[in-house]
């Protein structure tokens, strides 16, 4: 990677960053639902906006770039360091495991509901106090800046299946985080939900689950398509160091 390049990609790190975090406060400090639309909602309070898989996401990419961030500073870039940090190890980790994979189910997820009948994820009636930026801030700019950090920063992706293990292990803790907050509040989190019957909500969890866990392999396949000469080289520098 070029100064000038890697200049860019700081750069591009820091911007992201200042946007997730700003969104972030504003969501958690200036987003307030009026009296007569939480009947919406489950239980206004019991388990806070960690209800949201769109939360949940938003805080992975703000935590995966302030990696970024530390590493473009403390770390190091380099596509074949003789002894990777644990930072940079962590780095890749995160995006593998979490980053990519969330950022790719809850956009895609979010605007498919979406087109089909928006009143089934988010009814129009929240425009007064969502605003329409912040709401592109959690299901659009997700995708373009993952994409984007896929293209120019180079990662390995976790050996054997630590990483697979760990997305399903999460994607196994939010369906029974969300089936808590229907025991607690008598309601789902998400209207569609509320519309199923019993078989079409097990078959629509499932085929949401199953279509989530499927960008670890998606995002597996892309990275060793546009590093495949960086990670080949790499392979064969860790071979000459044994």
């Given at each position: 990677?070029?100064?000038?390049?890697?200049?860019?990609?700081?750069l591009f790190h820091l911007i992201v960053v200042g946007q997730y975090y700003f969104s972030l406060y504003y969501d958690f400090n200036h987003v307030v639902i009026p009296h007569h639309e939480k009947h919406m909602i489950a239980r206004p309070g019991f388990g806070g906006r960690s209800r949201y898989l769109t939360y949940w996401c938003l805080i992975?990419?703000?935590?995966?770039?302030?990696?970024?961030?530390?590493?473009?500073?403390?770390?190091?870039?380099?596509?074949?360091?003789?002894?990777?940090?644990?930072?940079?190890?962590?780095?890749d980790y995160i995006f593998a495991t979490f980053a990519f994979p969330l950022a790719m189910n809850v956009a895609i997820s979010f605007w498919s509901i979406y087109a089909?009948?928006?009143e089934l994820i988010l009814p129009k009636s929240f425009e007064s106090f969502f605003?329409?930026?912040?709401?592109?801030?959690?299901?659009?700019?997700?995708?373009?800046?993952?994409?984007?950090?896929?293209?120019?920063?180079?990662?390995?992706y976790p050996a054997g299946k630590s990483g697979f293990i760990g997305l399903?292990?999460?994607?196994?803790?939010?369906?029974i985080w969300i089936h808590i907050i229907k025991f607690k509040t008598d309601r789902w989190v998400y209207p569609v939900l509320e519309v199923l019957n019993l078989p079409q909500r097990i078959g629509f969890i499932l085929f949401i689950g199953i279509f989530g866990i499927s960008f670890y392999f998606v995002g597996e396949y892309v990275n060793k398509r546009v590093w495949a000469n960086e990670l080949k080289s790499n392979k064969s520098?860790?071979?000459?160091h044994k």
């Open positions: 990677m070029s100064e000038k390049m890697a200049i860019l990609v700081k992975v990419q703000a935590s995966y770039f302030t990696l970024c961030v530390l590493n473009d500073v403390i770390g190091t870039n380099e596509n074949y360091p003789k002894r990777p940090s644990k930072l940079r190890k962590l780095k089909i009948d928006r605003p329409n930026w912040l709401n592109h801030v959690m299901h659009t700019n997700i995708v373009f800046f993952i994409l984007l950090e896929l293209l120019v920063s180079f990662r390995q399903l292990v999460f994607n196994i803790f939010y369906v520098s860790i071979h000459k």
